[in-house]
């Protein structure tokens, strides 16, 4: 295992949203979190990142990270793309991947000329401030960026919220294209059609826990688990 939560609570103020949340990420896998809105999964993104008071038990690659404050969780190889899409809109498209690249070094890493290869449209644009592309491409740059950082681990909240069909056709080729250069993907979702074509595994959050665990045909298999917990 990558990562192993155990026990995870989570609280603004006095709302108790996490409730004994436990999973586990494997290595290079693509692990979807699927559920309604305000069910608790960005609340599980930010208590990974050490962004929310929390108790409970987070290991990364063997290590104990529950403790940690978030720029250390993100040295030791956790990227995360939170749901409020960062750029630096005032940055050219390529400064942005240049900030990505400067919080991690790693020679045979990811460079702004992947993202370039993957995306000719970033590279028409990459003089461009950041600020005047649309939201999918701004999906796709901080994507692209946190990247850069070489992260073991990506966390990635709704990254297809608000997009075109053409645009999430390329942020799932671009999650899969992470997997396989073997980084880890935790993908939050909404769009069970997305989730189950790229997952290998799949939770279900219902009010603060999981509710459900199992492979995209298992859930696929059960209808009450889509009633209950994702269709709206
Ligand atoms: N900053 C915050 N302060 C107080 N309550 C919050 C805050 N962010 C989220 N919540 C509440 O926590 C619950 C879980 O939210 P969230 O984790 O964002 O859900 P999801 O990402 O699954 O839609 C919701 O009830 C939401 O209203
Ligand atoms: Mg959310």
């Given amino acids: ?26 290595p290079g896998e693509i692990l979807a979190m699927l559920g309604r809105n305000g069910v608790g999964r960005s609340t599980t993104v930010k208590a990974l990142m050490g962004d929310v008071e929390k108790t409970g038990e987070i290991t990364f690659e063997g290590n104990r990270i529950d403790n940690l404050p978030t720029h250390e969780i993100a040295r030791l190889g956790i990227g995360c793309v939170p749901e409020d ?4 809109p005032t940055l050219t498209v390529h400064q942005n991947l240049i900030m990505g690249l ?3 070094g790693r020679d045979d890493g990811w460079t702004p000329d992947d993202a370039f290869q993957l995306f000719p449209r970033l590279a028409e644009r990459a003089g ?6 649309s939201g999918g491409e701004q999906q796709l ?4 960026r946190t990247l850069m950082g070489n992260p073991k681990l990506i966390l990635i909240d709704e990254p297809t919220e608000g997009l075109a069909p053409r645009m999430v056709a390329q942020v799932k080729d671009l999650i899969l294209e992470i997997a396989r250069r073997g980084t880890s993907v ?14 290998n595994r799949v939770l ?9 665990e199992g492979t995209p045909a298992d859930l696929a298999a059960r209808e ?5 917990y994702i269709e709206v």
């Fill in 141 to 144: 740059l901080t994507m692209m």
């Fill in 186 to 199: 935790v993908l939050v979702e909404q769009k069970l059609t997305v989730a189950l074509k790229i997952a």
């Fill in 128 to 133: 461009t401030e950041a600020g005047s592309l």
């Fill in 85 to 88: 899409r960062q750029v630096f």
């Fill in 224 to 228: 009450d688990v889509r009633r209950d």
């Fill in 102 to 104: 400067q919080s991690q």
């Fill in 1 to 26: 295992m990558i990562l192993e939560v155990k026990d995870l609570n989570a609280w603004y103020g006095k709302s108790h949203i996490l409730r004994g949340v436990s999973f586990n990420v494997k």
């Fill in 204 to 212: 279900v959050m219902g009010h603060g826990s999981i509710v459900f």
